[in-house]
């Protein structure tokens, strides 16, 4: 069965610094890994989309990398901003099952 | 191409009411999937469809839930005899293949 974890669970950084949210996953036969943000009380925006095939993904100031042999990927923001401020989700679709599986998420707060 | 819709937004039913949850899925979408987040909690899913066929209902409580797709019309989440622990977060997803998934803003149920 498939567990996902993220760490560290909430992270308060001043605004400009750059800053990396880790997610790990324990089935490493995975088809894709999705990156979303979430905002209180709202929906999910999805922020970028790795296949199993790829190594990472580029929008912008984000970029996702995917290590499936270590079961790891992680999201690299930018030159963080106020409006980043979110909580930033890790989903992981296996070979074996078409739903997702969602780590807990990570809270980030940026401080203008 | 408008994006997944879901309706309401929000819901209150009393305990032993009936809810239905609705989702529209993007246009050219035939995949949804409808997930739960309870208070404090991650997103779990609970059930994968395509058009008229469920495909994948691991995740669905065994009682009072069921889902469906009809071949016109949105998908529709059925939760008979509500009980306060139904209260959560409904989130409805679709794709147009095993690739992305999109999120609509999701159906905020609580029962009193």
């Known amino acids: 069965k498939q567990e996902v974890t993220q760490i560290p669970a909430a992270l308060s950084v001043p605004e400009g610094e750059n800053l990396v949210l880790n997610c790990s996953f324990t089935?490493?036969?995975?088809?894709?890994l999705q990156w979303f943000r979430q905002d209180p009380g709202k929906g999910l925006t999805s922020l970028l989309l790795?296949?199993?095939?790829?190594r990472e993904q580029t929008s912008g100031r984000l970029n996702a990398s995917l290590d499936k042999s270590s079961g790891r990927s992680t999201l690299y923001i930018a030159a963080s901003q106020p409006g980043d401020s979110a909580t930033y989700l890790c989903?992981?679709?296996?070979?074996?099952?078409?739903?997702?599986?969602f780590g807990p998420g990570t809270r980030l707060s940026v401080l203008p | 191409n408008a994006g997944v819709m879901q309706n309401p937004r929000h819901l209150v039913r009393r305990r032993g009411q009936e809810a239905r949850l609705r989702c529209s899925p993007m246009?050219?979408?035939?995949?949804v999937y409808w997930y739960r987040q309870l208070p404090e909690e991650g997103l779990k899913f609970m059930v994968y469809?395509?058009?008229?066929?469920?495909?994948?209902e691991s995740g669905m409580p065994k009682e009072r839930f069921s889902a469906e797709f009809p071949k016109e019309g949105p998908s529709i989440l059925r939760i008979q005899q509500v009980v306060r622990g139904d209260s959560a977060a409904y989130f409805c997803?679709?794709?147009?293949?095993?690739?992305?998934?999109?999120f609509g803003p999701g159906t905020r149920l609580t029962v009193t």
């Open positions: 469809l395509q058009k008229e066929n469920i495909i994948d």
């Open positions: 997803a679709s794709s147009p293949d095993r690739g992305e998934q999109y």
């Open positions: 790795i296949q199993s095939s790829q």
């Open positions: 246009k050219g979408h035939s995949h």
């Open positions: 089935d490493s036969a995975i088809y894709n």
């Open positions: 989903a992981v679709g296996s070979n074996y099952g078409q739903n997702f599986v």
